[in-house]
């Protein structure tokens, strides 16, 4: 069980860099994007299965918990 959540977190980690790789200095103020947070296609795709993983984390490392 603890292979498996250091393997999550590993790609916990992974998912996030990806997400803040793509998303740079778009966000800006003083830039016509600034407020701009809708989410399309690959962005949301991989938004959502960042929230996914990381609730199988979280689920898994309470079962852990409890279990030891």
């Not at 996914?52 to 409890?66: K, Q």
């Given at each position: 069980?603890h292979?498996?959540?250091?393997?999550?977190?590993?790609i916990?980690?992974?998912?996030?860099?990806?997400?803040?790789?793509w998303?740079?200095?778009a966000?800006?103020?003083?830039?016509g994007?600034?407020?701009?947070?809708?989410?399309?296609?690959?962005?949301?795709?991989?938004?959502?299965?960042?929230i996914?993983?990381?609730?199988?984390?979280?689920?898994?490392?309470?079962?852990?918990?409890?279990i030891?």
């Open positions: 069980m292979i498996a959540l250091l393997l999550l977190a590993l916990i980690i992974i998912v996030v860099m990806i997400q803040s790789k998303t740079g200095l966000i800006v103020p003083g830039t994007d600034f407020g701009k947070f809708e989410r399309r296609g690959p962005e949301k795709i991989l938004h959502n299965l960042t996914a993983i990381v609730v199988v984390f979280i689920v898994g490392a309470m079962i852990s918990y409890f030891s």
